[in-house]
């Protein structure tokens, strides 16, 4: 399997300081729009929006849906009729802010290298600019979509979370099919790269010249460009479930599934929900179908009683045998039960972002595993999470 990079991209593949180039952008922006907003209400407006994107939690909108939403109701126009001037912006007025930018020849270098070692590749940039501007500043950095073959660009047009969040990174990694190949993050800044990448169970690479003054992030590193290269052959041996995610990165995986089933929503077509790749095989209908019951009658179940008990029994349950049984393909609406997944495991992820950190600790006695807690009950729902958006990749047509 090939390991996975994924790689910031201002500050670390291009030289773009956000001090300079965000004033610069805006400014540019409010008077290529001033005919059709003032300035100081389309910045004021864009800026809440951007701010509402950064903390989306809702797996069921994208953030250009979360921007929109704020946006455009807020200075009174329409997305139609803006849509074609911020289309020219970006076709004719964006191009002029490459020259507060400068490429990075190190960047480039390491991006040569990762190909010619078979890694792949995702520009891991917050995704809360359209593809299309961050297409242009990966030609500014020398690095052009049309030359390097990205396996992924994340913008703001697909993704449903943002950096700092955990869950942009389980995210990505969902985006990919979430096999077992190892991943490094590789960026500049502790914040947005370093601290929620490691959350998310992946190590990190922190571009500086300085070592973290408190804070230390493990398996991690630090340094120069230079210093990259040696970190990234330890990382080739590291299985990319073998580090555990903390308790907001766990939260963060079980939310993004839902985000990644809402993009299965928008993009396979519903009369192939239910085909199958072979008869042995589960479509995507049989499958969120297990995940939406498996949450009903196990996870939430189980969550509750070991929260209202002193270390309980927790029997086992053969929930493999359901969608035969249960005649899923027959007895379903794939959007029904896409929405009853959607409400039980939001149901979930209510009861555990309530917790305290030693709640996550109380004991249960499972018919299985044996002695174990919620944090590991948890960590094995967000493996049976990883299994079947691995299942998903392989039963969506392509």
Known sequence: MSPILLIDLDDTLLENSIETFLPAYLKALSKHLS??????????????????????????????????????????????????????????????????????????????????????????????????????????????????????????????????????????????????????????????????????????????????????????????????????EQIEYIHSTSIIPSLNGLIGILRVTLAFLDSQRRTVPLEDWNQKPSAEEWCLTEIICHLRDSDREVNLPRFRKILEEENPFLPAVNADEWSSVRQYCNNEEPLEALQGFIQARLEILSILESLSPEAWKRPARHAIFGPTTLQELVIFMCAHDRDHIQQVHKTIPK
């Open 35 to 232: 005919n059709h907003l003032q300035p100081e209400v389309m910045i004021r407006e864009l800026l809440r929006a951007t701010d509402q994107m950064l903390g989306n939690q809702n797996p069921q909108k994208t953030l250009e849906e979360v921007f929109d939403e704020t946006f455009y109701p807020a200075v009174k126009v329409s997305k139609e009729e803006l849509k074609p001037v911020i289309e020219s912006f970006y076709r004719r007025v964006f191009p002029t802010l490459k020259s507060l930018t400068r490429p990075k020849p190190e960047a480039k270098a390491l991006i040569e290298h990762a190909l010619k070692k078979g890694w792949k590749i995702v520009v891991a940039t917050n995704p809360i600019f359209p593809l299309t501007a961050i297409e242009q500043r990966l030609e500014w950095a020398g690095l052009s979509p049309k030359e390097v073959p990205f396996d992924l660009i994340t913008s703001y047009e697909t993704f449903h979370f943002a950096k700092p969040n955990p869950a942009y990174y389980a995210e990505v990694l969902a985006h990919l099919g979430w096999k077992d190949e190892p991943v490094v993050m590789v960026g500049n800044s502790m914040s947005d790269d370093i601290r929620p990448a490691v959350q998310t169970g992946i190590p990190a690479f922190w571009l500086s010249d300085t070592p973290p003054k408190s804070e230390t992030y493990s398996p991690s590193g630090w340094g120069t460009f230079s210093e990259v290269y040696p970190f990234l």
